[in-house]
C-alpha cells in the first residue's frame, strides 16, 4: 500500500523525478537564502550616555513605615539615557515598543580584593542589620537596577538613529544580608574609591522589543549587552560627602546638595 501511495505521488520517470528533486531543492535554497537576508533582525542597540544632569528634581528616597533605618531604604532616579540604535536589516522597522532592563554586574574580584564596607565604620548610622540571616542564602551578584521603556520608534534601514529614554533607576539593599553587605553596595564603594581605588562599573542591559504584527507569532526578539561607566561622584564630591556633618544623620540632604549634576561617562 506505501509503495502504491509514493509511486501515485511521485512520477514513474526517473528523469522527471531526477528534475522534480532538482527544482525543489533549488527553491529550498532560495527560500533559505531569502529568509536569511529578510528576516527581521534586532537592531544593534547601544547606550551612549546617562544623563544626571537633573538629579535635584529627580532624586527620591523612602524608608519603610515608622523606619530611619538605611537598610530598608529605595533610592530612586530618574535619569535620561540617550541611546543609538542601528538598523541592519534591508527594509525599515517599526518597533512598537522597546523595553530595556539594567542590571549591575558586581566585579566578585575586584570587591573581595579590598576593603568591605563595614570597614568604613557607618553602621551605626544605617542603623541595626537583619537579624537572624539564612546561613546559606547567597545575596544576588547581578541585581536588577532599573528599567526604561519607548514606544512608537521607527529605525530606517541600514542607518544609526540614536533618541532619548527614560530610565529609572531603583534601588534597595538585599532584605537578607543589609545594606553593609550587599554586594551591589560594595561594588558602589569600590567603583567611587571609597574602599579602593576607583575602576569602571559593568552595567548589563537586556533590550526587549515588540515588533508590530510579529508578536503574534512569538517574535519579541531579545538583545543583551553590557556598558562600562565611571562613577558619577568625584573625588572632590565624595570628600564634601565624607566631610559634611550632617552625613551622620541626615545623608540623604548630602547626597541631594553634592550631587547637583553630572553625566555618566561610558567607558570605550
Not at 537572624?132 to 547581578?142: I, R, T
Not at 526578539?221 to 559634611?244: K, L, Y
Request: charge should be neutral.
Amino acid at each position: 500500500m506505501v509503495v502504491d501511495y509514493l509511486c501515485c505521488c511521485l512520477p514513474r520517470s526517473k528523469t522527471i523525478r531526477i528534475v522534480c528533486l532538482v527544482v525543489t531543492t533549488i527553491i529550498l535554497v532560495a527560500a533559505g537564502v531569502v529568509g536569511y537576508f529578510f528576516w527581521p533582525r534586532f537592531p544593534n542597540v547601544k547606550v551612549m550616555s546617562i544623563n544626571l544632569s537633573d538629579i535635584s528634581n529627580s532624586f527620591a528616597f523612602s524608608l519603610a513605615p515608622n523606619s530611619t533605618n538605611l537598610n530598608t531604604v529605595t533610592v530612586q532616579l530618574k535619569l535620561t539615557m540617550n541611546i543609538s540604535v542601528f538598523n541592519d536589516n534591508l527594509y525599515d522597522l517599526n518597533v512598537d515598543e522597546l523595553l530595556l532592563s539594567a542590571y549591575m554586574l558586581v566585579n566578585k574580584t575586584e570587591i573581595s580584593k579590598h576593603a568591605s564596607p563595614a570597614s568604613l565604620n557607618i553602621q551605626s548610622i544605617i542603623g541595626p542589620a537583619p537579624s537572624n540571616p539564612d546561613p546559606n542564602y547567597v545575596p544576588s551578584y547581578s541585581p536588577k537596577i532599573g528599567t526604561g521603556k519607548r514606544e512608537g520608534l521607527y529605525f530606517p534601514m541600514k542607518r544609526n538613529v540614536t533618541f532619548n529614554m527614560e530610565f529609572l533607576l531603583s534601588y534597595s539593599p538585599d532584605s537578607e544580608v543589609g545594606l553593609i553587605k550587599d554586594p551591589a553596595f560594595a561594588e558602589l564603594m569600590n567603583v567611587c574609591g571609597i574602599t579602593s581605588n576607583r575602576r569602571p562599573a559593568e552595567i548589563g542591559y537586556v533590550a526587549r522589543s515588540t515588533v508590530g504584527k510579529l508578536s503574534v507569532i512569538g517574535y519579541n526578539p531579545t538583545i543583551q549587552n553590557s556598558v562600562f561607566i565611571r562613577c558619577p561622584v568625584s573625588e572632590v564630591q565624595v570628600e564634601q560627602i565624607q566631610g559634611d556633618p550632617r552625613a551622620k544623620t541626615d545623608v540623604f540632604s548630602v547626597l541631594q546638595s553634592v550631587l547637583g549634576n553630572g553625566t555618566v561617562v561610558i567607558t570605550q
